[in-house]
């Protein structure tokens, strides 16, 4: 069965910190991953996807991955309480056009 | 803008009731997921499809079937309802050569 883990949280930061969150993954056969933001009651929304090795940067966002540790993670720069939600890594299965999905990190932002 | 309408946001069903559950994405995307999602499991793959007439089981199938007749329409079908079927139901699609999934508002299903 391929896992992806995340820690639940919640990871608690204050506003204007930068809030790091991280996500390992179990297929070593993987070559896309992603970040979804789920706000309490909604649907996920993509926000950030790698496929390289290295940093990849959106705004606040960075995303990294690491293959050789099978590990990725999201960086938040300067966290606002509107980034308050369940951040959801999402890894897609080798040989298989289908996600496979962390059961989430709950951040927390305060003012 | 991208849309996948799931057709309830709010359903309750008796137990053993048969249930459709109806999602519909106007993107001309090839693949259709199914996943459920409870607390403290995240989010479980049922059912996914790459075509029309094609279905593949995921994770956990068990009580539930698909149906695919055209590209833009994939319907979760709960055979007989059951109590352990109580989840928010979130359908997803995204197109061949980009795994960028989008998803539908989800249906909280209560099965009492």
């Known amino acids: 069965q391929k896992e992806v883990e995340q820690n639940s949280g919640p990871l608690s930061v204050p506003e204007g910190a930068i809030a790091s969150l991280n996500c390992t993954y179990s297929?070593?056969?993987?070559?896309?991953f992603f970040w979804y933001r789920q706000y309490s009651g909604k649907s996920p929304e993509l926000i950030m996807f790698?496929?390289?090795?290295g940093d990849k940067e959106d705004g606040r966002f960075t995303a990294q991955l690491n293959k050789a540790s099978q590990y990725v993670s999201l960086l938040i720069r300067d966290s606002q309480p509107s980034d308050s939600a369940t951040y959801l890594c999402?890894?897609?299965?080798?040989?298989?056009?289908?996600?496979?999905f962390g059961k989430g990190t709950m951040l927390l932002v305060s003012p | 803008d991208v849309k996948v309408t799931q057709s309830s946001r709010y359903l309750v069903k008796r137990t053993g009731e048969k249930v459709f559950l109806e999602c519909v994405q106007d993107?001309?995307?090839?693949?259709m997921f199914w996943y459920r999602q409870d607390p403290g499991l995240g989010l479980r793959l049922i059912y996914f499809s790459y075509d029309v007439k094609m279905k593949e089981k995921g994770d956990i199938p068990e009580g539930y079937s698909v149906s695919r007749e055209k590209k833009e329409r994939f319907s979760l079908i709960l055979e007989s309802a059951s109590t352990n079927q109580t989840s928010m139901y979130l359908c997803?699609?995204?197109?061949?050569?980009?795994?960028?999934?989008?998803f539908g508002q989800g249906t909280r299903l209560t099965v009492v």
């Open positions: 993107m001309d995307h090839e693949n």
């Open positions: 997803a699609s995204f197109g061949t050569g980009s795994t960028e999934a989008f």
């Open positions: 999402a890894v897609e299965a080798s040989g298989y056009s289908t996600l496979t």
């Open positions: 790698i496929y390289s090795n």
């Open positions: 297929d070593r056969g993987s070559q896309s």
